[in-house]
């Protein structure tokens, strides 16, 4: 009897468990692009594209290939609208009562799965590292967890960049290496980008009809849509921006969203790039002595570190960590995030990039957006939202424990040690945002004040209770501390002041 093999849009790639298992003699591959997934967030237009995109050419390659594909489009009549109602048609059109699956990268898909009245077999996803069972092995019994030393764990496990036994070059990290701020006038590559085909071009227009409303512009679309055009990324990335990744990784500048950023977390996450090959790449580049150290091992350190450190978290936490918000933050999300004028340019700034390539990187995320939503007391359930909803690399899995646990210290700690927080002074730095600003990152309080200096102290001052112990943050509350009683007065005057404007609606 014939079995059904569900391959979804993240799982494009010919090794995943499911593939490597099924029988192309006897087995039916079901995609479906359904309306559930496309507007659970009202996802980039951007993102959309990529994924229906890609799995319509991997459903071509699987069916060059060999396989039989039951594929359903988004706009056929006939399309039920959700992963399990697909299931269901293909099961009833062919008589099958046996699905053959890989594990979702989110329980709200998992838990959907495995509700459906059909005998199925869930493969875990080996595209990682560390299984569940490695991850709560190391995370066993341990006071705190700490990204740190899981990555030293999959150092030592893959051999990356490890010479007899020990890290090259006699140290783990070179972070404190790559923290330089960019200037304008250095040389930056170009990403590469291409022309649509005939398959990228009908996804386009369905795209543009059904989700041209969504935040996010859909063209000028260049983005990888198969494997061979994301290797082509990553080539492009090893000889062009890797040797100074490492340097400017955390730097920002106006008008020049990817710096020296690869630009592959998108086809990491739907399969058409295999980490730790990419890794292995990086490595020999290294090798060749084509990237210094710095670069190959703060991005390695990204990719076997962060990466596989936040999936372990978001599994091990269970459904239950979506609702975390520790700190107990409510204030709705303002609309600037969704693109309404904004005075701050560092926020201005990161939300039209955003709008414009589905894309920020890391520092932006986190200590522009993430933290003003931090600082501001933002409901963390809505930032995980707008993340989700925004980025072409957002899926759950990835995305969750990088806003709720990095960002927004909601899950209290069980991924980060301290909240990433900071005043204007650490965006000054590391980017040219605040010369074009309408605040001024120099003044403390007062007309002008950049709202970042006032929300610095107010959210310490709310928070005291829980961080004033924290031994990484003493020297902060110590500064405070030593502000005379009118000036903290004053700042936290202002800082209600700017948020309750923000809460009216008016420009901020
Ligand atoms: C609030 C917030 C939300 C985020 N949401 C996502 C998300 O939805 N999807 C996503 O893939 N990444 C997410 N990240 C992590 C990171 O910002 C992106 O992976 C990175 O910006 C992607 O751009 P890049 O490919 O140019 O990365 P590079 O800077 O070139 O880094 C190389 C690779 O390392 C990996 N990486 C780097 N940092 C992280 C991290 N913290 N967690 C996981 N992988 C990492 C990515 O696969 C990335 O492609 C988020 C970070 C924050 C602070
Ligand atoms: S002055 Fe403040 S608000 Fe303006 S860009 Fe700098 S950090 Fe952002």
């Known amino acids: 009897m014939v079995r059904l093999v569900l391959v979804l849009g993240d799982q494009l790639t010919p090794n995943i468990a499911a593939l490597r298992k099924a029988d192309k003699a006897q087995d039916l591959i ?37 396989w039989h594909v039951a594929y359903s489009a988004l706009d056929d009549p006939e399309n039920t609208g959700s992963i ?58 341990r006071k705190q967890l700490r990204m740190e030393y899981f990555y030293r764990e999959m150092r030592r496990r893959t051999g990356l960049l490890m010479e007899d036994g020990k890290p090259a070059g006699g140290k783990w990290n070179f972070d404190h290496e790559n923290r330089k701020p960019a200037r304008d006038d250095l040389f930056l590559p170009q990403p590469l980008r ?43 990335f090893i000889d062009t921006a890797l040797p100074a990744f490492g340097d400017y990784q ?19 996450n739907i399969g058409l790039l ?28 990204q990719i076997i570190g962060w990466r596989e450190y936040v999936r372990g978290i978001y599994f091990r ?49 986190l200590m522009v957006t993430g933290n003003f939503g931090l600082l501001a007391g933002i409901d963390p359930g809505q930032l995980h939202e707008w993340y989700l909803a925004v980025y072409a690399d957002a899926f759950e899995w990835v995305e969750a424990p990088n806003t709720l646990g990095m960002s927004q210290f909601a899950d209290g700690g069980l991924l980060a040690s301290k909240p990433y927080i900071s005043s204007g002074n650490y965006i000054d730095r590391m980017s040219d945002y605040c010369s074009s600003c309408r605040y001024s990152v120099k003044t403390k309080l007062g007309d002008g004040a950049c709202p970042f200096n006032l929300l ?27 502000m005379d ?24």
């Not at 955390?250 to 977390?265: E, T």
């Not at 609702?323 to 204030?331: E, M």
Request: proline share 5%; net charge negative.
């Open 485 to 508: 009683g009118q000036r903290q007065e004053t700042i936290l005057q202002e800082a209600e002041a700017f948020l309750e404007k923000m809460e009216t609606g008016t420009q901020v």
């Open 250 to 268: 955390d730097a920002m500048l106006a008008g020049r969203p990817f710096l020296y950023h690869s630009l592959i977390s998108a086809y990491l």
């Open 30 to 66: 079901v995609m479906a692009e359904v309306a559930a997934e496309a507007e659970y967030v009202p996802h980039h237009p951007k993102k959309i594209a990529l994924v229906l995109a890609s799995m319509r050419k991997f459903a071509a390659r699987l069916r060059a290939d060999g």
């Open 456 to 482: 610095y102290w107010h959210f310490l001052a709310r928070h005291r209770d829980r961080f004033s112990s924290n031994p990484r943050m003493g020297q902060m509350y110590r500064v405070w501390d030593r």
């Open 274 to 301: 295999d980490p730790l090959d990419v890794c292995r790449r990086v490595e020999a580049a290294w090798k060749a002595e084509r990237a210094p150290l710095n670069a190959a091992e703060g991005f390695i350190r």
């Open 84 to 141: 399990p109602g697909e299931l269901l048609r293909r099961a009833s059109e062919t008589g099958a009562s046996c699905v053959l699956t890989t594990r979702p990268g989110e329980w709200r898909l998992i838990e959907a799965l495995e509700a459906v009245p059909l005998d199925l077999e869930i493969l875990q996803d080996d595209r990682f590292l560390a299984s569940h069972a490695d991850f709560d092995n190391w995370a066993e019994g």
């Open 317 to 365: 936490a269970g459904p239950g960590y979506l609702d975390s918000n520790a700190l107990g933050h409510d204030r709705d999300l303002p609309a600037l995030y969704w693109g309404a004028e904004t005075d701050m340019a560092c926020l201005g700034e990161a939300v039209s990039q955003t709008r414009k390539e589905a894309y920020a990187h890391h520092i932006q995320r």
């Open 194 to 236: 291409f022309e649509p085909d005939a398959t990228v071009a009908e996804v386009l227009e369905l795209v543009e009809t059904r989700f041209g409303q969504n935040f996010g512009q859909l063209r000028p679309f260049g983005l990888a849509t198969d494997a061979a055009q994301a290797e082509a990324v990553l080539a492009h």
